[in-house]
T-cell receptor, first 113, second 114 residues
Framework: NAGVTQTPKFQVLKTGQSMTLQCAQD?????MSWYRQDPGMGLRLIHYSVGAGITDQGEVPNGYNVSRSTTEDFPLRLLSAAPSQTSVYFC????????????FGPGTRLTVL | AQSVAQPEDQVNVAEGNPLTVKCTYS??????LFWYVQYPNRGLQFLLK??????LVKGSYGFEAEFNKSQTSFHLKKPSALVSDSALYFC????????????FGRGTSLIVHP
């Protein structure tokens, strides 16, 4: 199994540009989520999905969109990038019960100029 | 509502000495508790979890954690620290009877000195 994969690893955008961060998992996990990690802030949940066709907002959803058309893929879209979105983004997946471990991708480091 | 506190931003310990990284939690019901480790420029990796049963949980790389219900704590421990243990450690909690969305602490940077 490849686990959770994320592309790209690094990205530099200009303010106002759009882009999609890709996330895929091959473990047939129902639950997938996106976090951003900022110094001193820990991990903050952006959006999550409990299965194909179902998404919901997390703690900091503004400026981000998601969709879940398949079990495997959970892309994160930035419609109009802002410098405040400079961060490291992690995708995670797990089975959907509370006791299940989350598996994290390697992260995407995004800089918005 | 659920929350996690990691009261120390940084823990410094000498190689060979025991280490403790602290975590306290708050949930409405019964907790599921997790520890994850993040090495530089990497994603988080699972270390161990408490679901039920024995309060002392053993995990990867020689780490263990003790669930203390009365103190609502789940401190991470290791008897003898290694320089390679230097990393960022995150505690997370899920409410057994609530949402399966976990809440993460802010992380504790562990620095092991040679």
């Amino acid at each position: 199994n490849a686990g959770v994969t994320q592309t790209p690893k690094f990205q530099v955008l200009k303010t106002g540009q759009s882009m999609t961060l890709q996330c895929a998992q091959d473990m047939n996990h129902e639950y997938m989520s996106w976090y951003r990690q900022d110094p001193g802030m820990g991990l903050r949940l952006i959006h999550y999905s409990v299965g194909a066709g179902i998404t919901d907002q997390g703690e900091v959803p503004n400026g981000y969109n998601v969709s879940r058309s398949t079990t495997e893929d959970f892309p994160l879209r930035l419609l109009s990038a802002a410098p405040s979105q400079t961060s490291v983004y992690f995708c995670a997946s797990s089975y959907s019960t509370s006791k299940d471990t989350q598996y994290f991708g390697p992260g995407t480091r995004l800089t918005v100029l | 509502a659920q929350s996690v506190a990691q009261p120390e931003d940084q823990v410094n310990v000498a190689e060979g000495n025991p280490l403790t990284v602290k975590c306290t939690y708050s949930v409405s019901g019964n907790p599921y508790l997790f520890w994850y480790v993040q090495y530089p420029n990497r994603g988080l990796q699972f270390l161990l979890k408490y679901i039920t049963g024995d309060n002392l949980v053993k995990g990867s790389y020689g780490f263990e954690a003790e669930f203390n219900k009365s103190q609502t704590s789940f401190h991470l421990k290791k008897p003898s620290a290694l320089v390679s243990d230097s990393a960022l450690y995150f505690c997370a909690v899920r409410d057994k009877e609530g949402s399966y969305i976990p809440t993460f602490g802010r992380g504790t940077s562990l620095i092991v000195h040679p």
